[in-house]
């Protein structure tokens, strides 16, 4: 069982910068890829960014390469998201989600959090 608490999420104007962090509990967090995914208005919930158990790959949505970095600190059982030159359309409700695969596809992941508040004003 694991269990994610988001936070760092709030208000930024547009070109600023933001970090989510994802804090895990649990002795096996270094055993599960770490995945951010995030949720607008009316929208599906997709993929953001998705960083392998020691943190040796990363894949990133296309909207987001190039703007946003993942990390993680497996002694922290926690994992980031960097969030550079933000846009208004990055405006969403941020999860993380814990896996045992490297993945894009929400479904196959086993635990998420609460979620945390991003908005980009213009």
């Known amino acids: 069982q694991v269990q994610l608490v988001e936070s760092g999420g709030g208000l930024e104007q547009a070109g600023g910068s933001l970090r989510l962090s994802c804090a895990a509990s649990?002795?096996?967090?270094?055993?599960?890829?770490m995945g951010w995914f995030r949720q607008a208005p009316g929208k599906e919930r997709e993929f953001v960014a998705v960083?392998?158990?020691?943190?040796?790959?990363?894949y990133y949505a296309d909207s987001v390469k190039g703007r946003f970095t993942i990390s993680r600190d497996n002694a922290k059982n926690t994992v980031y998201l960097q969030m550079n030159s933000l846009k208004p359309e990055d405006t969403a409700v941020y999860y993380c989600?814990?896996?045992?695969?490297?993945?894009?596809?929400?479904?196959?992941?086993?635990?998420w959090g609460q979620g945390t508040q991003v908005t980009v004003s213009s």
């Open positions: 989600a814990a896996g045992t695969v490297i993945t894009s596809n929400s479904g196959l992941y086993d635990y």
């Open positions: 649990g002795r096996t967090f270094s055993t599960y890829a």
């Open positions: 960083i392998s158990w020691g943190g040796g790959s990363t």
